[in-house]
């Protein structure tokens, strides 16, 4: 989970996952090695692919090597099947590699629901949490907020969602900088409803605990781009079509604001002189500056790239591996995990279960 | 649920809810009034401040009667406290008109809470409907979609989705003209997480039924501003995140384009020559456009204006309660909804749950 002792940072690649792998991924690579010069990357997939890629690279390729495989997880490939037919992949071997201790982290853009099964099978949760969780940033007015589970667990109990409440607060810490995160349970808040009971359980449970960061308790929907907080906790069902949704209403906008530009002579003019300032704009709103999911919980460090990231995307990704490593965001996690559980089994049984307000009479 | 013997549709109208009451009602009302001549409405409230209000528009008054209280629910209430001791608020008088036949719709901009559960215990579910769901518009690429429930369920049985669907559907077709509505089920779609199991038996109930719309499957976050169906299920705190979700987003990246063309003299200037198309944007994507949520399965027709709405917004509200009224909405529903369960009912029990895909062994 550390770094070796020469200070360099390895870093296993799944050459052949995503959509345009492996180009993608040697480049990505040579970008971070850049970045971050203590990175030394092992290259699993096709040689025959990888060499001439590689071979652009002249620093890059002095501090990597590569395994080869000629097998490789699809985009579409079943979980299951992935699981029982994948064991020579170059993205399970990439994460082999991790558990065996020959490198730190793993970084992969490939099929998303493999990835996780193949972590969590071979790299194991870590002792004390009982479901690992998506975690990956989303864009805010103030900049940016970390948001978990984002699809890995579509039922949570209160006790994950405590669980992913202090990883996600010490991410926010590691990747960001946030000295005191400030974390918030994502919940409705129409009056008629107040929230289902697992989120009124962990609300509480919050309130009690001492977390490595600062509950400030629930939030809805639209708070999460005003930055209200930097850590919004939430079940994996609801963070997968929040993050969707938040997707595909961005995307809606850049269309519209593309078509209005099309839309007259006057307006084509507009943009000759607006467009200096619209590239920043597309540059503050730019999906691989977010690029980079971790599964967190899991005894070793596996970070997710987009399907489609380019090679400015897949850098990103391997910084925020490096930055996971480098900053020890593991061993952080183990040692508040295990405060925090002996804390919850501590709480006296009244503080569990709230009452729900009533809504019967009239 | 008719519209009366004159074929004037009489719509109670509660002159005390909202952020801008009662100028906005008063207003909204005179702007209904010319779209739609058949509407007959009585305002509750304060008599003194709706009087001098209604006095400018002659018409309106001509056709209007006010109904007077001094008592209202405040935004903040509790829905309990609203429930006890609103029993004198103009909203709860507007919708036992409803009740009492005095008119066929009812339209508030007040406390959502306090306003479903008022209509829930006053009007009360139709026959066969569990729950009733809150149901409004979605901006999307292509047009509009139909979403619910967004909030009045935190927790949904399939069955209570299927009739959620049924009654989306024919929301659909009645106030959109959707001839053949598209029906999708919000789910998550990456390949490690099938969808929770409520989800998965209500996708089986809906693909065994003949629905009033083509079920066309499971739909992604992103998928809903795609405009992939007409109509998007789910229960109501998902569907409560996803709306809040794509609202802060689009008011993150409205705040975004603000900023951009107000960053430099150029950007000032391209706007300059592109306000007339960006006009037209800002018309498209108007929240106004989208106002007027109902509360679906209830025995009357109710609609939920936003609370900050102007009298454009409220006007647009009273139009969703008009068309309902006039295509006679509920008594399509009675009838479609007993089809469904009877179906629902005759289902072979092998049908009811699917078994998930195993993830066990690698």
New interface residues.
Partial sequence: MNNDSNGAVRIALDAMGGDHAPKIVVNGAAIAQIRYPACQFTFYGDEAQITPLLAKHKDLAARSSIVHTSERVLAD????HA??NG?NSSMRLAINSVHEGKAEAVVSAG????L???AK?VLKTMPGIDRPAICAFF???KGETVMLDL?????CTPENLVDFAVMGAIFANTVLGVHQPRIGL?N?G????K??DDVRVAAQELRALELPGEFIGYV???????GLVDVVV?D???G??????????????????KS??K??W??R??????????K??RK??DPRTYNGALFVGLKGVCVKSHGGADEIGFANAIGVAYDLVKYKFNDQISARVQLIHEKVLALPAEVKVPAP???A??
């Fill in positions: 490939d079943k979980v299951a699981l029982r064991r099929n998303t629901g493999a996780m099964a193949m099978f864009p805010t007015l699809g890995a667990n579509v039922e994502l409705v129409s009056e008629e409803i929230g289902r809805e929907g639209d708070d999460i781009t005003k939430t994996g069902f609801t997968n079509v929040a993050l969707k949704t938040a997707e595909g209403t961005a995307k809606m906008y850049s269309s519209f604001l209005t530009f839309s007259s006057l307006a003019i507009g943009y000759l002189f607006a467009q200096a300032a619209f920043k704009l503050r709103t307000e009533p809504i009479a009239a």
